[in-house]
Every structure is written in C-alpha cells, then in structure tokens.
DNA sequence: CCAATAGTGTCTGTGAGACAGTATAAG
DNA sequence: CTTATACTGTCTCACAGACACTATTGG
C-alpha cells in the first residue's frame, strides 16, 4: 500500500470506483387515517388506516404494488431528504411527518443488482390530501390486521384491488423485542415492502403510547371521540373512555369550539398541547 | 427508454454501473461493563460502561479513534454479517449480541467518497473477552456523562489517552423522542462518530427499561448486586434495592450457589430467566 | 464489635381498569 | 321519547417510591 503524507494527498489520489459500490434506495410507508361509511345518520363514521402504494410500471415487479421510493443520488442528498423528495413527487406535499425505520439490505432483496433501502415512516392527516396526488399512486385502507400463532394477515384495499399477505413473525434474541419477519404468502407487493409494511405498523403501534406521533395524523382541531377512535385503530382494541381521556389530558388542550349535526350531545374540539 | 417483455429480458440489459453509485460501511458501538479499583477489601468493585474503540491507521482521520467498522462487500453479505465480520477480527469473538442502531448518511461524512454507515449496538460481557484483542482496539471506560442546558459532554479513558467530547442535543420534532445530535466539541473521534456513540448509549438506556438486553452484558451467573450496578451505571442513577428487586425478580433464577469472600453477607447467584 | 453489603416488610401515593351514571343534540 | 355519543365520578387493584429493619460475613 502506498504511503501518503498528508491527508489531503490521501483524498487527492483516492479512487472510490477501485471498490464495489451499490445503489441506496429511501422507501417510505406513508400511513394516515381515513373516514369510511357510517351506517345511519347518528353513527359516527368508522376510521380506518391507509397506506399509500404505488403500481410499478417497470420492471422488475411490473404491475405490482410497492411502497414510494426512489434511488439516492449520492452526490447531493441524504436518504431522508431523498425521501422528501419522493413524497412530493407522489402526494405534492411537503412538510411530512417522518422518521427513519429501519435499514433493509438483504443480498437479493432486488433482482437488479444489490440495493440497500433504508425505509421511513411518514404520518399525515388524510384532510390535508388533495387530489394532487400521482395517478400511479394510491390509497389503500387496511381492513383486516390479524395475529395468530405469531402469523400476520393484513388485508388492504383500494376499492378496485384487495391486496392480501402474511407474515410470520419469530423474536429474533429472547432478550430484546426486535422480531424477525419472512413472508409465508405475497403475490400483490413488490420486493420486500411486505415486511417493511409491518414493521411500520408495529413501530407505530409501539410509539403512539409513549409519544406524541399520532397528532400527526390529526387535523388541528379533533374531536376526543375521534381521537379515541384514531389510537383504537392503531392499536386494533378498544379503549375505555374514561382512562382514555386521562392519558391524553395533558397533551390536548380545550378550545371554545363545538362539533354539532350528529344527532347526539355536541363534542367539544381540542388542539394538541406539548406536555 | 426501451421497452421490455419479460423481467428477465430486463434484468439481462441492466447495467447498475449506469447509475451513481456509492459505498457503505457497518460500525459497531461495542458496548460492555468493566470491574474497576476497590477502595478496600470491603467495598465492591466500581462499575463502569465501557466501548471498543480503534485507533486509524491510515487517512482519513489518521491517529484518531473511531468505531470498529468495515466496508459493505456488495455482493456477499448483510450490514448485519458485515458487522460481525469486523466484530470477529477485532476481538476475537462470535455470538455477540448485535442490534440495528441506526443509519447514518450525511452527505460530507467522509471526505473520500459517499459513504452511508449502518450503526449497530454490540453488547457483551466482559469477561468473555481474552487477550485476543487486535493490537490497534482498546477499550475505553466511560468516566464521565453529564448532560446541562441539552450538551451532554463524555469523557473516555483507556488509562493511556483521555478522549473528552460534546454534543448538543436537540428535540426533532415536537411529538415524539427523536433527537438532532450536533457535535460541540470533539477533536479525537473520527467521522460523525461521536454521534453514533451517544445515540448507542441513549438507546441503550431506553432499552434497559423494556427489554432483557441487559443480560447481554452478564455471565451466566450473577449477584443481584452485580446487576443493579450494571442497571445504575447504564441509567447514570442510583436505584432502590426493594424497587429495584420487584422490577427483575421474574427475569432472574436463584440458583444453589452463593458468592462468599468479601467481608459481608454473602449473596445468591441468579441466572437470566426468560418472562 | 465494625463496616459493608444482602435481603425483606410495609406504608403510601399514583394511576390504570372497570363500571355506572348524567348530559344533550337530531329525528 | 329514542338513540347514540359526550363526558364525569368513583371504587378497586397493582405497583413504584420510600424508609426501616434484619441477616451475615471478614477482619
């Protein structure tokens, strides 16, 4: 190996391409709440979360569904504004909530050469939507998220396709909480976005009880019956009203404005509050 | 763009060299706790938290001390097994705990080309380790870490060199516990690692609390005394002994044998017990 | 006996789970 | 008046914080 004096000279003489390099990949699981039908006019409108697909029009994995993402441009970006970049491109908006999950790096998890990913989470309030969003791209809601024998099935749809996968989850050390996932069925995802579909949800669920995540996902003013419903569905139980309430009291704040037209007592609306 | 009809007709014209691409590493924050001086022969040793740091013998950053870390081969192998390659040649050892910590990608982080860094926590007791540490490691003990007005300024020492740095420690975002660390003071580690070291140790506090990981850091046998020290030096805080023994009497198993010797009651030897 | 750690008993306050009860709009 | 949701009062039980107390060794 050759000697250098200085660090400068190092650098000066340094050839990157000498060494095998690979392509990075940001995926993001953006996930939001939405309204579905409500049965008569006194029924509150049940919430359901959805993610955002996008139908690949290339190949690989032609005509299936995956996560939003694009390739890092290595010479300008980092990975997270590689993924705002993304969400603009496919939801016109900026401003999103996001939060680095996890790094995916299997060897052969792309069939064109090694990709490493690093997936994001992205949280955001469906209302602030518009119909701006790419025409590849859409919103599909989870309607089935069910655990049995430590396999996961989750089911999703967008009205026109049901997307249908499980995946078996196995604790990784019995010390810890970390889980490994492999797919056991999948014929609708591209790549490995199955699982990285999961782990969101799950390091979603995780957060929303000890942070504040999930005034992300929520317009600036809110109902707590609406709030309530918004963890019930991330968390997949149901909730008591009264202990409810007392965890988030001290996060929402009271405001003078009512939500009236439901044929029942009026709910007063709230703002979120830093504790 | 052309047009393809079959994805292997696809991948056959892929040219992933057509594309920027770039390199990655896998470091590890090897993290264990070392016995120090007894004042008397009564007095139970001292703990403290130590890591495994490498001195570079090369540009960049020739002479300072960074993690342990490797070069991604591309082709072969996981961050995850690139990792415990390194972990293997410096210290000797397999089997040690590993856990994804976090992905590291400014865009300036090494001078020489773009290179991404996948963090991971090692965790491992101590008296595992033999002599058969590479030349160029050496542990550090962790001697001080005070945190004031959001600097939390680390001091390190390996009885040679005294390694003293700082970080400012910034809320991210207003609803949830991810931090912005930026560097305040730092003139002995290289590249961004001095981040990485603190995020390891504030993982690691979090961690302690909600899962077994601890045990990571134990011999197979150990005092209760031995334990709650390993906990007060991970979280920087004195805990009480009835508290204390509540919160992990259904992690641990008394076993027959007992620890004699140090000019007091003796104490029972538990082992680690799954919940 | 002393010093130091090992280990236990128990009081108290906080806070979650549970359930029952009151309030109020729209049809 | 009915229905459905909004919102509150309060009992109970589990559990963490705190402190006091007993046990046991080597010197």
Redesign the pocket.
């Known amino acids: 190996m050759q000697k250098y004096k200085t660090e400068e000279e190092f650098l000066q003489a340094y050839n990157p391409k000498e060494f095998d390099q690979l392509s990075m990949t940001a995926d993001i699981l953006l996930i939001s709440v939405s309204d579905q039908e409500q049965a008569?006019?006194?029924?509150?409108s049940k919430k359901m979360m959805s993610i955002l697909l996008v139908k690949r029009e290339d190949y690989p994995y032609k005509d299936k569904w995956c996560l939003p993402g694009g390739f890092l441009d290595p010479n300008t970006e980092t990975l997270e504004e590689c993924a705002k970049r993304v969400l603009k491109k496919e939801t016109n908006l900026s401003n999103i909530f996001l939060e680095q999950l996890y790094t995916f790096d299997a060897v052969k998890r792309d069939p064109r050469t090694r990709v490493v990913s690093t997936a994001y989470m992205a949280l955001v309030d469906k209302k602030r939507l518009t119909d701006k969003i790419n025409p590849n791209a859409s919103w599909f809601d989870i309607i089935l998220i069910e655990e049995k024998n430590n396999i996961i099935e989750l089911t999703l749809t967008n009205n026109e396709t049901t997307i249908n996968f499980s995946i078996k989850k196995t604790l990784k050390e019995k010390t810890t909480d970390r889980y490994t996932f492999k797919t056991q069925k999948n014929k609708d995802i591209a790549f490995d976005h199955d699982i990285v579909i999961l782990s969101g949800l799950e390091r979603l669920k995780n957060k929303i009880s000890y942070t504040d995540i999930v005034f992300n996902m929520m317009p600036k003013y809110f109902?707590?019956?609406?709030l309530q419903q918004v963890y019930e569905v991330i968390l997949n139980k149901k909730l008591?009203?009264?202990?409810f309430?007392?965890?988030i009291a001290n996060k929402v704040e009271k405001t003078d404005l009512v939500q009236?037209?439901?044929?029942?007592?009026?709910?007063?609306l709230f703002k979120y509050k830093m504790k």
Do not use: F, M, Q, V
């Not at 008569?40 to 509150?44: I, L, M, Q, S």
């Not at 109902?223 to 609406?226: A, C």
């Not at 009236?260 to 007063?268: L, Q, Y």
């Open positions: 008569n006019y006194r029924k509150t109902t707590l019956g609406e008591l009203d009264p202990a309430r007392r965890i009236t037209g439901a044929g029942h007592r009026p709910s007063a």
